[in-house]
Nanobody, 120 residues
C-alpha cells in the first residue's frame, strides 16, 4: 500500500498550509485516516484523525486551528492548518488503516512524511 503525501513547506507564524495524502490503490477503502507529527528529538504524536463515517478527533494543541477532512472517492485525506505557530514545526506523517478480507482489525500504513516549518 503506497501513500503519497504532499503540501508541506515553510510558512510564517500565523500562516496556513494544506497537507494531502492519497492512497495510490483506488480499489482499497481505508478505515481511519489521520495525521501525526514528529518534531526533532521528540516522539511521533497524533494530530488529527477521521473515520470512514467522518468522525474526527484532534490533539488539544491544534483544536480550532487545524481541520481534517477526506474525500473517500479519491482515497485522500487533507489537513488544513491555519494559525500556524513555530511549535507546529515538525515532519507530518499520514496514516491510514486498511481492513483486509478475513482480518478482524485493520493494518496501518504510513506515508513518507512531509516537512512543515513555521518561522517566528
Amino acid at each position: 500500500v503506497q501513500l503519497q503525501a504532499s503540501g508541506g513547506g515553510l510558512v510564517q507564524a500565523g500562516g496556513s498550509l494544506t497537507l494531502s495524502c492519497t492512497v495510490s490503490d483506488r480499489t482499497l477503502s481505508p478505515t481511519d485516516m489521520g495525521w501525526y507529527r514528529q518534531a526533532p528529538g521528540k516522539q511521533r504524536d497524533l494530530v488529527a484523525t477521521i473515520s470512514s463515517e467522518g468522525r474526527t478527533t484532534y490533539a488539544d494543541s491544534v483544536k480550532g486551528r487545524f481541520t481534517i477532512s477526506r474525500i473517500s472517492a479519491r482515497n485522500t485525506v487533507y489537513l488544513q492548518m491555519d494559525g500556524l505557530k513555530p511549535e507546529d514545526t515538525a515532519v507530518y506523517y499520514c496514516k491510514v488503516g486498511i481492513l483486509w478480507s478475513g482480518r478482524s482489525a485493520p493494518n496501518d500504513y504510513w506515508g513518507q512524511g512531509t516537512q512543515v516549518t513555521v518561522s517566528s
